[in-house]
Nanobody, 124 residues
Framework: QVQLVESGGGLVQAGGSLRLSCAAS????????MGWFRQAPGKEREFVAAINWIGTSTYYVDSVKGRFTISRDNAMNTLDLQMNSLKPEDTAVYYCAASLSTGLWTGLAAYDYWGQGTQVTVSS
């Protein structure tokens, strides 16, 4: 299995940027497709972005396209999410997740392992 630890969250003003990181340990990181999800208070956890095992394909929810960029470094066992032009509605706990299934997945059930989450708060 793989262990995932997110970092990089914090408080930022609207229009600002944050870079989230997810450090993976355990089973070979490159075996997994990876994703970022978020959960706002009182709402269900939702898909944000996904990347395939080698980093050649990505997919984003419409609300973050053009603002967020997902990337991975298999040599360093890390997954990143660069978030620009942040909006108050981006406020949530952000989770990274790993999937043993190939391809790009938006559903929670496709992911086998989850991190503990990191809080992102965007003030208006």
């Amino acid at each position: 299995q793989v262990q995932l630890v997110e970092s990089g969250g914090g408080l930022v003003q609207a229009g600002g940027s944050l870079r989230l990181s997810c450090a993976a340990s355990g089973r070979t990181f490159s075996s997994y497709a990876m994703g970022w999800f978020r959960q706002a208070p009182g709402k269900e956890r939702e898909f944000v972005a996904a990347i395939n095992w080698i980093g050649t394909s990505t997919y984003y929810v419409d609300s973050v396209k053009g603002r967020f960029t997902i990337s991975r470094d298999n040599a360093m066992n890390t997954l990143d999410l660069q978030m620009n032009s942040l909006k108050p509605e981006d406020t949530a706990v952000y989770y990274c997740a790993a999937s043993l299934s190939t391809g790009l997945w938006t559903g929670l059930a496709a992911y086998d392992y989850w991190g503990q989450g990191t809080q992102v708060t965007v003030s208006s």
